[in-house]
């Protein structure tokens, strides 16, 4: 039994929004330390493991994007009741996969999977959880690197700030000295998405489909020069971008003028 008193230990609560669930069930399946967390933290809600719920929270981490007035709703009232918030996982972080359907107008969207039944279902835009409310972290991929949370976890219960990775998955994969997937004739976007899951992608001999977004100060030129030279397109780039950067793609227009 820990000799920390229960109610010393962060009342930690986890809640899904827009996503697939697959980062919420990673977690059940972190059997070497699964009682090792629980010993440090006190878990006051989590949809997937207990039915139990809480007025307030130390650290809530959010999984899924926001697509629902409804969801901003509930966004906005996890916020207002918790002290530190994480978006755990791309569709929280970015919008992930998600904001693939923010490539096409919203209604031909609904039209697409509701039908006639369209009007019950109101919709927007797939949105990261930033775009509404403070975020304190990000524990980023798809699935979210375990990892990373793991180490977003302890960080906070022991009242440190977490260190996030930001450069690029070349940088990892160098390290890794692994052949770079690119001299095999593969499309990798390595070179632009951030670093942090120890590019497992690439050290299994696997293109990297940018799936921790992109790395802030992205050296695009650079990355750009790079794939042509080895026989792709820029078109080629922002298509493959999409899969899990629309939204940054968004901000990052001029991609295309080049
Ligand atoms: S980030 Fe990926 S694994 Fe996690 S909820 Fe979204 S789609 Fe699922
Ligand atoms: S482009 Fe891909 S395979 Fe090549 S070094 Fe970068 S991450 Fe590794
Ligand atoms: S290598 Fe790329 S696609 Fe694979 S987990 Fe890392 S960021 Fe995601």
Same mark, same amino acid.
């Given at each position: 039994?820990?000799? /920390? ?17 697959? *980062?919420? &069930? ?8 699964? +009682?090792?967390? &629980? ?6 809600? #989590? ?19 926001? =697509? ?11 916020? /207002? /009741? =918790?002290?530190? &918030? ?34 019950? #279902? ?6 990261? $959880? ?20 793991? %180490? ?20 990892? *994969?160098? +390290?890794?000295?692994?052949? *770079? $997937? ?6 990798? &976007? ?10 497992? *992608? ?9 799936? /921790?977004? +992109? ?11 790079? +794939?042509?030279? %080895?026989? #792709? ?10 899969? #899990? ?14």
């Amino acid at each position: 039994m820990s000799a /920390r008193k229960k109610s010393q230990k962060p009342k930690v609560a986890f809640f899904d929004f827009t996503g697939c669930e697959g *980062c919420q &069930l990673n977690k059940l399946n972190l059997e070497n330390d699964l +009682l090792g967390i &629980l010993e440090l933290i006190d878990l006051v809600e #989590f949809r997937e493991a207990m039915d139990d719920k809480a007025e307030e929270y130390d650290i809530a981490f959010i999984e899924g994007s926001i =697509t629902t007035p409804s969801c901003v709703e509930r966004i906005y009232d996890i916020r /207002r /009741r =918790t002290k530190i &918030l994480v978006a755990l996982g791309q569709c929280a972080v970015s919008g992930g996969i998600n904001a693939m359907k923010n490539n096409y107008p919203l209604a031909q969207v609904q039209e697409e999977v509701y039908g006639k039944d369209k009007y019950l #279902f109101p919709s927007m835009p797939a949105m990261p $959880v930033r775009a509404f409310v403070q975020v304190d972290y990000e524990v980023r991929g798809c699935p979210m690197s375990m990892p990373e949370f793991l %180490h977003v976890l302890k960080s906070l219960v022991l009242g440190r700030k977490p260190e996030i990775k930001d450069y690029a998955v070349c940088v990892e *994969c160098k +390290l890794k000295e692994n052949e *770079c $997937v690119l001299e095999k004739g593969m499309f990798c &976007l390595g070179p632009i998405t951030r670093a942090g899951c120890d590019a497992i *992608c690439p050290s299994n001999g696997q293109y990297c489909t940018g799936c /921790r977004g +992109l790395v802030s100060n992205m050296n695009k030129n650079g990355a750009i020069e790079m +794939l042509k030279q %080895h026989g #792709f397109s820029v078109e080629e780039a922002i298509k493959r971008m999409a899969m #899990f950067n629309t939204n940054e793609l968004v901000k990052e227009a001029n991609w295309g003028n080049r």
